[in-house]
């Protein structure tokens, strides 16, 4: 710590990011990835990319409480259903911030974990899809690709729009005309795209061997690249290069000490990795099986079918929390310091929630049904644990002005960036 650094008396920081804490990146993969992540070409019906829910301009998310997939056109909060082809329903859960999850210490992803790192496992990961779907991955985070290619609602589409879609609804995922099949061969169809990986992996040599595993690995690749996060504010002061002062000075100390914040929030990349039942409101559709009468989401319980997990998610890394909004496993807030005044006391704060608090674009469904259905609201209320913190406006304002020391602009802007095109010739949201 530099000579003259105040924190109190009882902070502890975590140890400063090295490079040791993140696994290597091939460029040439990382390049090739950069195409596919901003091209429509990996979706049903060429019009949604992973980019479209996950932009560098919305802090790698979408801007929206919930987003909008298939169905639907524009970028970020200005995204809007298409008329023509209506979404049934929006996408579940908002849409994760994509930094630092090339760092080893990341083995386990999505609000509820599904995917994980199980060296026990035949794959190496535990998914709730079939064993055979979780091998030939190079990394989790390349397994990752696996849901939303597969997910209506995402980038599938539905069923009477496009072959990709009606296999998925058919169950044919994997195999010759499986989802993936159709995926990967779209993708091979591209000469340029054949090109860069043969140039990329050493066991592809025509456009046959290019297989949907592959797709994921290059994608994984540019993610793990783009998005390292380690040269914020934060970061210096973590090397012992700086410190902070006033307001975020203030901010870390409450997050360390007595908000409690870091109870959670640990380690270099400010989580724990672990699951809490925190109360967040309940907004959308739910993540229950489709068309069930409940509109809950039992959070990492629909993993693991453990009672004592209901309503529990993932705790989210705070890395660029400030440009990540909205915030909660449903996006229920849309400002930073809004969603840290009712985390403080969330059983109370369930109480009064306001709906107008979440970024929605029009869509002819019911939003607020979880939040209007008093058992459901009980059972999320009885899952909640902590003692609520007493926090003063000043104190919020202070924790959300040590919470931007962790905005890096080099993570932010990208290390490659959005291309002005891609090989497919569809159009490039941005």
């Known amino acids: 710590m530099l000579a003259g650094a105040v924190w109190a008396a009882d902070t502890v920081l ?70 023509d082809n209506l979404p049934e329903q929006r996408i579940p859960r908002n849409a994760p911030a994509l930094f630092n999850l090339g760092a080893h210490e990341f083995t386990t992803l999505f609000h509820d974990g599904r995917i994980a790192v199980d060296d026990s496992r035949p794959g190496g990961l535990r998914t709730p899809l079939a064993e055979d779907m979780a091998s030939g991955f190079a990394s989790l985070l390349s397994a990752q690709t696996m849901f939303p290619v597969l997910s209506p609602d995402e980038m599938a589409g539905h069923y009477q729009e496009n072959p990709i879609a009606l296999a998925v609804r058919q169950g044919r995922l994997t195999g010759p005309d499986g989802a993936w099949d159709l995926i990967s ?31 994921s690995d290059a994608v994984a690749a540019f993610m793990a690249l783009e998005w390292r996060s380690d040269t914020a504010p934060f970061d210096a002061v973590l090397r012992g290069e700086t410190r902070l002062t006033g307001a975020a000075q203030h901010g870390m100390d409450l997050f ?7 109870d959670c929030h640990s380690g270099p990349f400010l989580t724990d990795h672990d699951f809490h039942a925190m109360g967040v409101p309940q907004i959308g559709p739910g993540k229950g099986a489709r068309f ?27 890395r660029n929390i400030a440009l990540t909004a909205p915030y909660g496993h449903a996006g229920s807030h849309a400002t930073l310091a809004g969603f840290i005044a009712d985390h403080a006391d969330p059983v109370a704060a369930l109480a009064r929630y306001d709906l107008g608090q979440a970024a929605l674009p029009d869509l002819p469904v019911a939003d607020a049904r979880a939040l209007q ?45 959005v291309p002005d095109s891609v090989p497919s010739g569809l159009p490039v949201p941005n």
């Not at 007493?390 to 960036?417: C, Q, Y």
């Open 373 to 417: 259905d008093t058992e459901q609201l009980s059972a999320i209320v009885a899952a909640v644990t902590v003692a609520p913190v007493a926090l003063s406006d000043t104190d919020i304002a202070a924790l959300v002005a040590f919470l931007d020391t962790l905005t890096d602009p080099v993570a932010i802007d990208g290390r490659l960036g």
């Open 256 to 262: 360390y000490g007595a908000a409690g914040c870091a």
């Open 14 to 83: 975590p140890p400063a990011i090295t490079n040791a804490d993140y696994a290597p990146v091939d460029p040439a993969q990382a390049e090739l990835g950069q195409l596919l992540f901003y091209d429509p070409i990996l979706s049903g019906s060429d019009q949604v990319a992973c980019a479209t829910c996950h932009h560098p301009k919305f802090g790698t998310g979408d801007g929206l409480s919930l987003g909008l997939g298939d169905g639907a056109t524009g970028l970020g909060p200005d995204r809007r259903a298409d008329p």
């Open 185 to 215: 061969r779209k993708v091979a169809a591209v000469p340029a795209y054949t090109e860069m990986f043969i140039a990329a992996f050493d066991d592809i040599e025509t456009a046959d061997d290019i297989g949907f595993t592959d797709i």
């Open 292 to 318: 069930e009468t409940r509109y809950d989401d039992r959070g990492r319980a629909e993993v693991t079918g453990n009672p004592g997990d209901l309503y529990a998610f993932r705790t989210p890394s705070l």
